[in-house]
């Protein structure tokens, strides 16, 4: 990592520091933290204040020169930001500006005739904490309400600031209405503990601190309950992760708000009015309270440059952001990692450190407050339990017996009654990490401690997390420390690889719980029938374990994970089991979705691949655990259902034996035999059913389940075979999790291209499609959809306009159809190079082109329109989104169903690549 000299990386935030290692304690006092309630270091050394009185006298009716200064002023910050300047003068700089300035205004307009009230300063303006686009939060506490000469003062002064462009949050209320609006909701509490005079009467401020007291109102207990209570419904709201791609750097978990949580506790429970007197009270330490300051100081570096990047109130380190902010703060690609990631990385362990303190300052204060005074309850010679938590014995603990280290994770997973951990034991844990050594790993105490976490029947996710925020994951397994923060500059991957890979380690677990059944029963069915869960979770652990080093991460993790478990006791059988499922915990995923299923040589290879049925359940699971981890919106009901089709025809095949592969003319049989029985209980005559039959060949039988036929045929039995009305229908919730939509018309030269412009300008996914082509001068067309959100489509006036929409395209073929949607804000920030492979699948004579390009609106309508232009005929398409990226395959013939010749081919690519590239820089 490199930083340009203004971002200076300090050992709180070095790697090592993050992946889990703590400072020692140091002697001395850090630098002083501003206090949380007044304004920040003196300003006389900025000339530009000195100007501001006579504007303002100057300015009764002309306001230009004051919002010229403040232009200026906002200019000269941005210049001091980019000089070096430390963030803490300049964030107190521009609230001292805008002190002077409505102290100015007070006086030009207010001073006289309201000499009762007070001018006050809330919120984050209440502790002198300004950045350039803050809320500039103000009371005017009155006596009574404004009247005449009042009133009119009062207009003058806010209509002043909106003609200067100051954008001001104002509230005028007496002390009582504070008080009540107070009782009601503890945010107006919370924002009323901050005030702070700007100008007017120090006594009516006094007295509505007086009353907000904690011993007229919100006592310290309830205030503390609210606030943890708010922390937790805030931190939900981001998936309570701080690992998000665009995480907010003011609410997010471990964000400026979290300190901020600590310091309203303080304040209201000690009178704290800074940091520094937390480390005074016993509460922080000075190693804690030097990482506090660093942490608030980057998290104020980060959200000062969005602002002065943004020119507005923007708090989310969106992927722009990001590149421009790595840019600024001098971050350089290096060999596996990018500037960006870099830069994110950081973030991230700096949050994860903020996290770390809240929690611990909190159960420090839920400690002080909370909790009665009771005697402890032994566990064992090092553990107890004090107030429902755990507390080590002694400080000395960890030194004396270091194996305690791991034996408290285990301890919290044998007693689930217990809430969490003593402050004081979190400390000790910190401060002993640094035992947590080479000799610690290799002993075989620890290897059994280390096993029974994983396979308790208990919090196995819940304590990994805790071992992870309290560095101790990252000690034990020096790989995982590596990854802690580590994100991927992509819309694939929604969190770091940490993070997402404890979710996969939790999405298992899921499985594991008979109460979460109803999410995926089959992986729920498998997961809690394997003997040896451990391996499992195990191989979630490593599988993403090699991230960023370079080289395939599959073939490097795989060699860690097996020399990790032989490490720590497993069998070699089970230790070349995870090894195997790391190498190829993404086999299973590609195949499916990239893959033509529906053909048994693809499922014979893939048994063969697996070997045997034990194989094939790890892997499943393993799969559908890591796909629902990488991102909320990857996994979807269309995912579901094809990765359980998958696992149940590879498991049919293994069943059968490798020797006897499946046969492609008893799978036609099957299916036709499973088709009729469905429609002959449906009413279907069966006369009418071989007559449809007549009209399709053997693939369509390979390519369509039994549901499917069933419906095509439910739907084309009583149509008379030389109408050529076109037939359009939906059926809403297929078999494949999807919503089916079914053209069958003459075939057009047209067809996909049209169709998929149609679906792709109403919003709709589309995950596959099957073109099928009939002797008699027809073809069937399917395709899956899915709503954007991935859901199919069930509301049935959606429905119908889909229908007509298709009904018209087909109708109207004169008319011209396009794609007009938007590229998306995130997928515009990445540029993916398009690539085009076109290969010859000789067995099943035709051709496979394998497009990978940026993913946008109207990228198949293009695909559809050259294939058609180069007299290519689709047979079926597979649609795979990965995140910014389109990763399609598509499978053709020439006009005559054959394959493409090798020049045609090249001719198609090039066709291929010139239209795509051409839209995409449009």
Known sequence: MRCSPWVRPTAAHTDTVAAGETEPEEAGEPTPSAPLGAAGPSLQDWPLLARLPGLIAAAHGSPAAVRELLAEALEQLKA?????????????????????????????????????????????????????????????????????????????????????????????????????????????????????????????????????????????????????????????????????????????????????????????????????????????????????????????????????????????????????????????????????????????????????????????????????????????????????????????????????????????????????????????????????????????????????????????????????????????????????????????????????????????????????????????????????????????????????????????????AEAFCLEQGLSPYDARMVAWLVRNHLAFSLTAQKQDISDPEVINAFARKVGDEAHLDYLYVLTCADVRATNPKLWNSWKASLFQDFYQRVRRALRRGLESPIDPEQLVSETREAARKLMLARGIAAPNIERVWRRFSDSYFLQHSPEEAAWHMRLLADRDPSCDEPLVALDPRSVHGTTAVLIFTRLLEHGFERTTAVLDQLGLNVVDARITPTGDGFSLDLYHVLEDDGAPIVDGERREEIEQALWRSLHHPEQSVAVHRRVPRQARMFHTPTQIAISVDERNARSVIELIAGDRPGLLYDVGKVLTGEGIMLQAAKIVTVGERAEDIFYVTDLDGRPLEEARAARLSDRLYHALTQRAAA
Not at 475 to 499: E, N
Request: with cysteine.
């Open 80 to 560: 001091r930001f980019f000089a070096d300047e430390p963030i803490e003068t300049l964030v107190h700089a521009r609230a001292q500006l805008i002190d002077r300035l409505l102290q100015q205004l007070w006086s030009a307009y207010c001073a006289a005739s309201m000499r009762e009230s007070a001018l006050v300063a809330v919120g984050g303006y209440g502790r002198g904490e300004l950045h350039p686009c803050s809320d500039i939060d103000i009371l005017l506490l009155v006596t009574h309400p404004p009247q005449g000469a009042e009133r009119a003062a009062l207009e003058r002064l806010l209509t002043f600031l909106w003609d200067i462009g100051l954008e001001v949050g104002h509230s005028v209320r007496t002390v009582e209405e504070c008080i009540e609006q107070s009782k009601a909701d503890v945010s107006v509490m919370t924002t009323l503990i901050e005030a702070r005079l700007l100008a007017g009467s120090p006594e009516l401020l006094a007295g509505l601190r007086e009353r907000l007291a904690p011993q007229q109102l919100w006592p310290v207990r309830a205030f503390f309950e609210a606030k943890v209570r708010e922390q937790a419904e805030r931190h939900l709201k981001a998936n309570d992760t701080a690992y998000n791609l665009e995480p907010n750097v003011k609410s997010g978990p471990g964000g400026l708000r979290d300190i901020q949580t600590i310091a309203w506790v303080a304040k209201r429970h000690f009178g704290a009015e800074t940091l520094d007197e937390l480390a005074r009270h016993g509460f922080l330490s000075i190693a804690e309270l030097r990482r506090l300051q660093q942490a608030q100081s980057f998290l104020w570096k980060v959200r000062f440059g969005l602002h002065v990047l943004t020119g507005r109130r923007e708090d989310r380190l969106l992927f722009d952001h990001q590149l421009r902010l790595a840019q600024i703060f001098g971050y350089e690609d290096a060999s596996y990692t990018l500037a960006v990631e870099q830069l994110m990385q950081r973030y991230y362990r700096t949050v994860k450190d903020v996290s770390l303190l809240n929690e611990l300052l909190l159960q420090l204060f839920r400690e002080a407050i909370l909790t009665e005074s009771e005697p402890p309850r032994p566990l064992n010679a090092r553990f107890q339990v004090r107030c429902g938590s755990l507390e080590a014995v002694s400080d000395t603990v960890f030194a004396r017996a270091p194996s305690a280290l791991l034996e408290l994770f285990v301890l919290l997973q044998q007693h689930p009654e217990i809430d969490g951990v003593r402050a004081s034991t979190m400390r000790a844990v910190a401060r002993s990490l640094w035992l947590i050594d080479e000799e610690f790993r290799q002993n075989p105490r620890h290897h059994r401690l280390f096993l029974e976490i994983v396979r308790s029947p208990v919090g196995v996710t819940h304590e990994l997390r805790r071992m992870n925020t309290y560095g101790v994951l990252g000690r034990y397994i020096p790989a995982f420390g590596r990854i802690v923060g580590r994100m991927q500059y992509d819309l694939f991957h929604a969190y770091t690889v940490d993070a997402h890979t404890l979710f996969v380690v939790s999405n298992l677990r899921r499985f594991a719980i008979a109460r979460y059944d109803q999410e995926l029963p089959q992986a729920s069915r498998i997961m809690q029938q394997l003997q040896r869960p451990e391996v499992a979770y195990l191989a979630a652990l490593f599988h993403d374990i090699a991230k960023g080093r370079g080289g395939d991460h599959s073939e490097l993790g795989a060699t860690d």
